[in-house]
């Protein structure tokens, strides 16, 4: 049974990777930051599970910062594959502890590699999640392996160095280290201030009346968005490849903030469009379709719970508010994931659509049941 090592479990990517891994034999070891609240609710099915948690599915806490943590943690489990997922991975927050960004995200990753070289684990594979923000201003379309990077954010050059370490150890050591340059990848357990998730959420708050309206920054921002159990079945393929190499993982399209806005009230009954310009932007109510909502509810067993509450044409339901802008913005991202889909015959599956359609109708159900 292969022993694999997934810091950040408890995050979204790490808590569909245990479960494809679980499905694959292996046997999994997770950290965990210590908290005075529970932080383990995208693994609880996997945790409560008395076949699993104990036997298969191990937590262990730790933290990248804490050196002789990793050192014991690494001695005592002695992994085959190591999936390094932790971070302080939100952009704009990372603006506002540039400091701790940095030493989670650059610096953490060398004290792992550093502790696999100390503790002697010479046949360990090592992935980093690496990120499409190394692109930044992006300087060329689209980006691929090959596109030199110009970040535009702490978080952007922590991972930088994250990613250029990885290729010095690897060159270094000859340590299987290998970086996944994953684009944005979304699923109804995206944390709820990135930006997907925060639409998908606020859209299904208004429908029910809790919320008001939906407040973003630049609307205009494109991303290359696909689904994140696609891209971590991507992750454990790249660990499988002969060689330790890097990859790019992405859909090869972008969409707009603001398509990913309305296409969310529309699986949802509501129809908006878009008036003003730049800060005075406004998605306001053009019509609503009840029984497209009711539709959504009853497939997911969501009826009789919550009443929802249709908003009347004309309403304002997004506005924009200059404080959520990044000091420095990145406009467009677009992956070419060829060298991926040819050496590992890897791709991405799942369309725009369905991504947004699945994380609403998610959302809807959640707060339809839960009140909240």
Not at 149 to 175: C, D
Not at 177 to 182: D, T, W
Not at 187 to 201: D, L
Not at 238 to 251: G, M, N, P, Y
Request: charged share 25%; aromatic share 10%; with cysteine.
């Amino acid at each position: 049974m292969k022993k694999a090592l997934i810091t950040g479990i408890t995050g979204q990517d790490g808590s569909y990777l245990a479960e494809i891994l679980l499905k694959k034999g292996y046997e999994i070891h997770g950290i965990i930051r210590r908290s005075s609240s529970f932080n383990t609710g995208r693994i609880d099915h996997l945790y409560n599970d008395p076949e699993i948690m104990g036997k298969r599915l191990f937590l262990h806490y730790g933290d990248l910062v804490d050196t002789s943590n990793l050192n014991r943690l690494l001695e005592r489990i002695e992994p085959d594959e190591i999936y390094n997922l932790a971070a302080q991975s939100h952009v704009k927050v990372s603006f506002e502890v540039p400091d701790y960004t940095a030493q989670v995200d650059a610096l953490g990753t060398l004290r792992f590699l550093d502790a696999i070289r100390e503790v002697g684990l010479r046949e360990v594979k090592f992935y980093q999640a690496s990120t499409s923000e190394l692109y930044g201003k992006v300087q060329e379309i689209p980006q691929s392996e090959t596109t030199p990077f110009y970040p535009r954010s702490p978080y952007g050059v922590a991972k930088l160095y994250g990613y250029w370490i990885i290729v010095n150890y690897r060159e270094a050591y000859n340590i299987f280290a290998s970086n996944g340059i994953l684009f944005n990848h979304e699923s109804p357990r995206r944390g709820e201030t990135f930006v997907t998730r925060k639409i998908t959420r606020a859209v299904s708050r208004i429908l029910f009346g809790i919320d008001e309206k939906l407040t973003l920054g630049n609307l205009d921002a494109k991303r290359d968005w696909g689904y994140a159990p696609e891209y971590c079945e991507g992750m454990w393929m790249i660990l499988q490849h002969k060689t330790a190499e890097d990859f790019v993982l992405a859909t090869g399209e972008t969409r707009e903030v603001k398509e990913f806005t309305q296409r969310s009230f529309a699986t949802a009954g509501v129809e908006i469009e878009w008036t003003g310009k730049g800060k005075d932007e406004k998605g306001v109510v053009v019509k609503t379709d009840e029984a497209k909502l009711a539709a959504v509810l009853e497939k997911e067993g969501a009826t009789g719970i919550r009443k929802p509450v249709m908003p009347k044409p004309g309403t304002v339901l997004v506005e924009v508010n200059p404080r959520y802008y990044r000091p420095t913005e990145v406009d467009l991202l677009i992956g070419n994931p060829a060298k991926a889909e040819k050496l590992l015959g890897w791709k991405a599956n799942t369309k725009f659509e369905d991504l947004v359609d699945l994380m609403i109708t998610a959302d809807l159900a959640k707060v339809a049941k839960r009140g909240y």
